[in-house]
C-alpha cells in the first residue's frame, strides 16, 4: 500500500512561500484595466503616455543617466544605459562611446521628428563586434521601461459581455483585443481630434504634443465603423465596448518587441512580416478579405510601438528589403488584400561587412540605401576596454576551482587590439606604442593632437582583426587543458592563442597569420618587461631603503643645484655632492649627461611647488623618480638575493628566506598567489640566467 506526500511540519505551505514572493500590487499595477473614459484623463495628467516608439527608446535611454568627458580634446558622453548595470552587467557594451553616441543622437533626432523615425538604423561591422548585443540591450531595455511608470503605455481591446449582432448579420462577443497593440487614441475620429487635443493636452505638460497618430489597422476600423452603424452614429454607445489596457512590452509574448531573421528560402515568405488569411474563419466570415478573417501576427504587426531587429538584415531575400521601404519611410505595411496599415516602431538590423558591400553594388536596391543610417560599430582598439570584455566572462565567481595569473586577460586583450591596429604611418612609433598612447599612456614628443591625428589617418582601425570571441575561446580552451590543473598563466593562453590561427576560418591568407604570429612574440616581450619591472619592484620594496636613498640623492641635488658643498654624516667634513650616486639613479630613467641639469631643476622646481601648496616632498611623489629608484634599489640588492639561484636545484636557507620576502610582495602588491608567484619568479630568475637583465 502505497504512502500518502509527506506533510512539512511548518504551517506555511511551499506554494504559500512561492506566492508571498511575488509582487502582488506590481502586477495590478501592470495589468490596470478601465474605461475610455479613465485613459483620457491619464492623457490629460501625462500625455507623454501617447509618445511614439523612438521618443520613448530615447527616454528610455536618457533614463538611465549619462557622464560627460573629454579624450584627447573631445567631448564625449558615455550612455549608462549601455552598461547593462540592471542585469549585472551581463550584456554590457565596453569602448564604443563613439558609436553609441553617433547611435543616440539618431534616437535623439528621430524623437523631435527630424526625419531620422524615416530610417532604418544599420549597425556595421565586423564579427563580434557588438552589434546584436545592441540590439538585444535595447530590446530589453524596452520590455523594463515599458513597466516602469515612466515608460507606462496603453492599448485597447473591444468587450462584448453579451454578443452582439451587426446589420450585416455577423456577430461580435467576448474580447478582442486590438491585433496591434495600438494608441487608444486613435479611436477618436481624424477629423475631430485637431479639436480635441489641444484641450486634452494643457500648456502645463511642459510643450509636448500628441504625436501624428495615422488610422486604425483594418481590423479594428471594421469593427468600429460596423459598431457606429449599428448605434446610428452614437459614439458614445461604441465606446461603451472600449477597454484600455497597460501595455507591457515581451520579446517571449510577442508584444512590442519583434525579431526577424534570415531563413531557408524556401521556408520563409513576407507574409512573416505582415501576417496571413486565417481560412478557417473564411467560412465564418465569407470572404479571405475581411479583416476579421486575417491574422495581423506579422513581426512588424507585434513589434508595433515597439522595436523590431532584423538579424542579419541584408541577408535577407530583396522581396523582404522591399517591406522595409514603406515601413520606414511612410510608417506603413501593406498585408495581403489589405489597405496599407500604419504602424510606429524603431526599424534596427545589423550586418557584416561582405554583405554591405554587396547592398553598395546592387543598383537595383538604391531605394533600400537612400532610407539607411548606417552606424559603424567597430572592434575595441583601446586595451583597458577590452580587458573589461573578458574580465566580465572569466572572474573569480564564474571560474571556481582555477586561478587567472596576473596579466593573463591584458596579454590576451592586448594582442586582440594590436590586430586591430594599423601601422603608423610616423617611422618613430611602433604598433605597441601606438596601442599604449590610445590607452591613455604619455611618450615622450606625443600630444594629445597627435593622437587625434594617428586616429584620423587609420581609416580601417578597428574594422578588421581578430575578434573578442576568439579570445573568449582560447581562454576557455586554457582552463580546462590538462597543462593547467589549478591555474592558467599568460603563456597558456598566447601558447592556445597561436595554435589557434593554423584553424582560423576567417584569417584569408598567410601573409596575415604570419604577421599575426609577429604580434604575438610583440605580446611576449611586453610581458617580459612588465613581469621584471614587478620582480625588481617587489625586490627593492624595502621602503626605508627608497627612502633613505631618496633622502641622499635630494641632498645631493640641492648642494648641486645651488653650488654649495655637503657634509658627510661619517666624517664631518664638507665634500662635493656625489655626481657618481646622481648619475646612477638618473640613468635608470635614461636621463643623458647632456640633460642632467635640467632634470635636476625639474626635481627641486618640483619640491618648491609643493612647499608653497602646504604639501610634503617624500619618494611617492613624483613617478619618474619612484621609478629611477627602485631600478637603483634592485640593481644593489639583486645579488644579495642572488636570483639567479632560482634555476638551480639547490638554494641556501638565507636565500630562500629572501626569496619568501620578495613572493610575498609579489602576493601583495601585485595580485599573484603563491603558484603564479613562484612561476613568475622562476620565469625572471631565467631571464636573469641567460644574461638578460635589465641594465
Sequence with gaps: MGKGPTK????????????????????QTLNWEGSFDEYLEIVRKNPRVTRTAYQRVYDMILSHGKTEYIDNKKRLVRYHFFSDEKNGGRDAVFGLDVPLMKLVNVFKAAAHGYGAEKRVILLHGPVGSSKSTIARVL???????????????????????????????????GQIRSP?????????????????FPELVTPSAGGFAIPELGELNPSCRLIFKMLLQKYEGDLMKVYQHVRVHRLVFSEKDRVGIGTFQPKDEKNQDSTELTGDINYRRIAEYGSDS?????????EFCVANRGVIEFVEMLKLDVAFLYDLLGATQEHKIKPKKFPQT???????GHTNEPEFKKLESNEFMEALRDRTIKIDIPYITKLSEEIKIYEKEFNPTRIRGKNIAPHTLEMAAMWAVLTRLEEPKKHNLSVIQKLKLYNGKTLPNFTEDNIKELRKESTREGLEGISPRYIQD??????????????????????ELETGLKQHSLIASEELRKKYRELLNVVKQEYEDIVKNEVQRAISADEDAIAKLCSNYIDNVKAYTQKEKIKNKYTGLYEEPDERLMRSIEEKIDIPDSRKDDFRREIMNYIGALAIDGKVFNWRTNERLQKALELKLFEDQKDSIKLKTLVSSVVDKETQEKIDVVKSRLIKNFGYDEESATDVLNFVASIFARGDAKE
Design 8 to 27: 512539512t511540519m511548518s504551517n506555511t505551505s511551499w506554494s504559500q512561500k512561492i506566492a508571498a514572493l511575488q509582487d502582488q500590487r506590481e502586477y
Design 139 to 173: 530590446k530589453r531595455g524596452v520590455e523594463e521601461y515599458s513597466k516602469s511608470p515612466e515608460g507606462a503605455c496603453y492599448t485597447y481591446s473591444w468587450n462584448f459581455a453579451e454578443k452582439v449582432t451587426l446589420l450585416d448579420g455577423t456577430s461580435l462577443s
Design 180 to 196: 496591434l497593440h495600438e494608441e487608444p487614441l486613435k479611436l477618436i475620429p481624424r477629423d475631430a481630434r485637431a479639436k480635441f
Design 290 to 298: 475581411d479583416p476579421r478573417a486575417f491574422n495581423f501576427d506579422g
Design 342 to 348: 500604419d504602424i510606429d516602431e524603431v526599424i534596427i
Design 474 to 495: 582560447k581562454i576557455s580552451n586554457a582552463l580546462v587543458s590538462d597543462k593547467s590543473e589549478s591555474s592558467i598563466n599568460p603563456f597558456m593562453v598566447l601558447n
